[in-house]
Nanobody
Framework: QVQLVESGGGLVQAGGSLRLSCTAS????????MGWFRQAPGNEREFVATTNWRGASTYYADSVKGRFTISRDNAKNTAYLQMNSLKPEDTAVYYC?????????????????WGQGTQVTVSS
């Protein structure tokens, strides 16, 4: 397993941008697919974006497609989520996750390592 720490959350106005980072410790980061998920109060945790081990394949939830971009830098053991054109409905705690396979997945149950989460609040 890898240990994950998210950063970059905060308060932003609607239409603004944030970039979340997820830094991993452990030797296996470059072989893990990575995902971003989010959970708003009273809601279940939901899929946001995922990428394969080298960042060549990416998938997005329909709600963020065209606004969010997932990427990774294996040399830095870090994954990113660039969020543009933010909306109030994007307000949630955002989690990064790693799975024990190189291929991406939109299913949160297929991830075995999770960060502690970072709060993103978008004001209208």
């Amino acid at each position: 397993q890898v240990q994950l720490v998210e950063s970059g959350g905060g308060l932003v106005q609607a239409g603004g941008s944030l970039r979340l980072s997820c830094t991993a410790s452990g030797r296996t980061f470059s072989s893990n697919a990575m995902g971003w998920f989010r959970q708003a109060p009273g809601n279940e945790r939901e899929f946001v974006a995922t990428t394969n081990w080298r960042g060549a394949s990416t998938y997005y939830a329909d709600s963020v497609k065209g606004r969010f971009t997932i990427s990774r830098d294996n040399a830095k053991n870090t994954a990113y989520l660039q969020m543009n054109s933010l909306k109030p409905e994007d307000t949630a705690v955002y989690y990064c996750a790693a799975r024990g396979f190189a291929t991406p997945s939109i299913n949160l149950h297929e991830y075995n390592s999770w960060g502690q989460g970072t709060q993103v609040t978008v004001s209208s």
